[in-house]
C-alpha cells in the first residue's frame, strides 16, 4: 500500500507510530481463540495469541490518522477486484456485468476492522474467518491482512520441511484451501497486503520468534459475497474456446 518512495517510508513510519500509541494508550485487549482440541464445539484458549482493538477507520481520523488510510484504502479493494475482473471479462468474453465481489452493509457499515498486535512467542491457531452458513456464517467474503512491520527472525526461524527455504516463518500467515488442503505461507513483511476469501480459506498464525517490538497488522473483513464456484466454473468454460490476444482488434468479431 505504501510503496518504495521516500514519502511512503515516512507514511508507513506514522503507521506504525499510530499501532504504537493505541497500543500504548490501552485500546488492544487479549484475544479469547476458541480451540478446535477442547471438547466438542471447541473451547476458548486464554493467552498467547496477541491483542486486539475493533474499530471504525472514521473514529480513528483525528488520532491515528495514518492508520485509518490505511482502512480506508483497504475498503476499496472490492471496487479494484470488481474494475479488473470487468476488464477481463469484457476483453476476452464480450461485453458482459460482472460482479466478482459483491459489497453489503450490516448495520451501515461495509466491513469490520480490526487492529492486531503479537509479541514474542505468541501465536493464532488455524480458522476459518466466516461458516458456509448456520451461527458461524458471519456475512465476512474477503479478509484483507496488512503487515504494519517485519516480525525478526529468531530461534526456529528456519522454514518447515517442505516450505520453501526462503521463507521467514516468524509470524507468518499460513493459508489453507478447505477445498483441497492445499496451503501457502505468506512471510510477515512490512507494508505487505494478504486477501483471500473468508468462507474458503483456513488462516493461522505463526508464532513471533524475534521480533524486538509487537508485530501489528490491520484487518479488514469485507461484508457481501464473491461469486460462486459454479459462475466461476461457467466463465473458464466459456473461456476455454476463446484465443486470448494481447493485442485485440475491436474490429475483429472472431
Not at 509479541?119 to 451461527?135: C, F, L, N, V
Request: aromatic fraction near 4%; charged fraction near 25%; glycine fraction near 12%.
Amino acid at each position: 500500500l505504501g510503496g518504495e518512495s521516500d514519502a511512503a517510508a515516512t507514511f508507513l513510519q506514522a503507521v506504525r507510530g499510530d499501532c504504537r500509541r493505541m497500543s500504548k494508550e490501552g485500546r488492544l485487549t487479549q484475544i479469547p481463540v476458541m480451540s478446535k482440541s477442547q471438547g466438542k464445539g471447541g473451547g476458548v484458549m486464554a493467552g498467547g495469541h496477541g491483542k486486539i482493538a475493533w474499530a471504525d477507520g472514521k473514529e480513528l481520523e483525528e488520532k491515528f490518522a495514518a492508520v485509518a488510510e490505511v482502512i480506508t484504502a483497504m475498503e476499496q479493494l472490492p471496487a479494484e477486484i470488481n474494475r479488473h475482473a470487468l476488464e477481463i471479462y469484457t476483453r476476452h468474453c464480450k461485453e458482459e456485468e460482472v460482479q466478482v465481489c459483491k459489497v453489503a452493509r450490516v448495520q451501515g457499515r461495509a466491513s469490520s476492522v480490526a487492529l492486531i498486535a503479537m509479541e514474542k512467542g505468541e501465536r493464532q491457531p488455524a480458522r476459518i474467518d466466516s461458516g458456509q452458513g448456520g451461527d458461524g456464517d458471519v456475512g465476512h467474503c474477503l479478509s484483507c491482512l496488512y503487515f504494519c512491520g517485519d516480525a525478526g527472525k529468531g530461534k526456529g526461524g528456519a522454514s518447515a520441511e517442505g516450505e520453501s527455504g526462503d521463507v521467514n516463518r516468524s509470524g507468518a500467515l499460513r493459508l489453507t484451501n478447505t477445498s483441497d488442503g492445499t496451503s501457502s505461507l505468506v512471510e510477515a513483511k512490512n507494508d505487505r497486503l494478504v486477501v483471500w476469501r473468508s468462507q474458503d480459506v483456513e488462516n493461522e498464525r505463526l508464532e513471533v520468534l524475534g521480533a524486538e517490538e509487537n508485530l501489528f497488522t490491520v484487518h479488514v473483513y469485507l461484508h457481501g459475497c464473491i461469486t460462486t464456484r459454479e459462475s466461476i466454473l461457467e466463465s473458464v468454460s466459456r473461456l476455454k474456446d476463446v484465443k486470448i490476444n494481447p493485442n485485440p482488434n475491436p474490429n475483429n468479431k472472431s
